[in-house]
């Protein structure tokens, strides 16, 4: 018989939204169980952050090896062996995914493995492939992630791969049509293309990495085309042909259409919120046109004791935006007023050189017509960028005319990743350019870009006319 296990609060789905959720539920109190179909860690831990971010080093490593010649180093016969780089990434996961297990169970979570399906505001039931159990739950946390769109005419298969195929290969191809230039098609190209693959990049819109400034995606795009990327942009992939050796893409681009053959063809056009199948209509959570959950500041859906988080509700889909949201539903089903602010919410491209972004662009800040000021600060004039290799790019701070009050950054350049956390940091504590500039950075650093570009900023700036 199927005897409802009583819980307080059920997570469904443990990516990075629903585990943290579910750790910070059961600091607070609660009773928690967590249900997941596939693995601990989601998307993010088992095939997206991390193991991109993996299979980027390895590749980074390797490419560097070869290409050092500026620095006075030759190699000769580097060689990749591309098992043992599987090998590392596989490593990096399991040490993250155990983690989180341990944490879980650290922390008195019960996990569930099955597929969830709401039968009632207060009931759901996990099936597995012997049997289903139901839980009765006070409140429940949808965090069920998404999933790549598939488009017509590009079946996934053996050549036509999602970004799972693409971390996933066992070679390195000799080619690689990468369709959509988003952050995931560019990541991932950059990691082969540092490997030697020959990439090209097939993008519908005018510019890749359509999330970016223009000056910002200007540098990546040099970087792309120094690895031999091929990037063509407002081209229309059509069809993909796929041999028991490769893939035949047809893609039209201004007017003509063209054929391109590949080992692989990689499509990253977007993903899809998995918000079917859960039995939310049956609920009346209320959906929108894409099918994403309506939420409001508190994570709270239509129905009362129900909340959703991550990929499937709006906002940028990014790691710490659902474990942001994760923490905020748990106080709030534990009591404790809290309530999301999406500005400091950095955004992060992995290229070679990174991009990042964090609070307001000059276009938002235009539209809202704030009275602002752009202050910019190049890495060629930085002693570190320079020591290192790595000029191209720059740091631009957005802030208030009137105060100097600092609103939003941009970077286009080395560290990008790690340097934009001082800027989310001095927007969440309200600083302006006086207190940035104030702030004495460690020569030679490309912290020392922050500091400077706030002397801009200020009208007087040191390494810079
Ligand atoms: P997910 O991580 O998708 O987890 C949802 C979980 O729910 C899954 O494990 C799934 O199996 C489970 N589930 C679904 N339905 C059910 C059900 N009915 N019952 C039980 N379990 C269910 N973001 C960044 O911030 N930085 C990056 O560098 C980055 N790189 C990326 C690279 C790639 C290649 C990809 C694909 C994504 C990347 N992302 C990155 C995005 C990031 O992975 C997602 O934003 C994040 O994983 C979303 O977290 P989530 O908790 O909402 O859902």
Known sequence: GDFPIETDTIVIGAGPGGYVAAIRAAQLGQKVTIVEKGSLGGVCLNVGCIPSKALLSASHKYETAVHSEDFGIKAENVTVDFSKVQEFKGGVV???????????????????EGEAYFVDQNNLK?????????????????????????????K???RVIDSTGALALTEIPKSLVVVGGGYIGSELGTAYANFGTKVTILEGAKDILGGFEKQMTQVVKKGLKAKGVDIVTEAMAKSAEESETGVKVTYEAKGET?????????????????TEEIGLESLGVKMTERGLVEVNE???TSVDNIFAIGDIVAGPPLAH?????????AEVISGEKSEVDYLAIPAVCFTEPELATVGYTE??????????????FPYAANGRALSIGETDGFLKLITLKEDGLLIGAQIAGSGASDMIAELGLA?????TVEDIALTIHAHPSLGEITMEAAEVALGNPIHTM
Request: one cysteine or more; hydrophobic letters at 35%; a positive charge.
């Open 258 to 274: 063209h054929t391109i053959e590949a080992d692989y063809c990689l499509v990253t056009v977007g993903r899809r919120p998995n």
């Open 126 to 154: 996990v099936m597995t492939e012997k049997a289903s159990q139901t839980y009765t739950f006070k409140h429940a946390i949808i965090a069920t992630g998404s999933r790549p769109i598939e488009i017509p005419n590009f």
């Open 156 to 158: 996934f298969n053996k």
């Open 298 to 300: 508190e994570g709270r």
């Open 321 to 329: 935006k659902a474990s942001y949201e994760g923490k905020v539903a």
């Open 94 to 112: 399991k040490k993250l995914t155990g983690g989180v297990g341990a944490l879980l169970k650290g922390n008195k979570v019960e996990i569930v």
């Open 363 to 376: 276009a938002m800040a235009k539209e809202e017509g704030l009275e602002y000021k752009a202050s910019k």
């Open 427 to 431: 927007i969440e504590t309200g600083m």
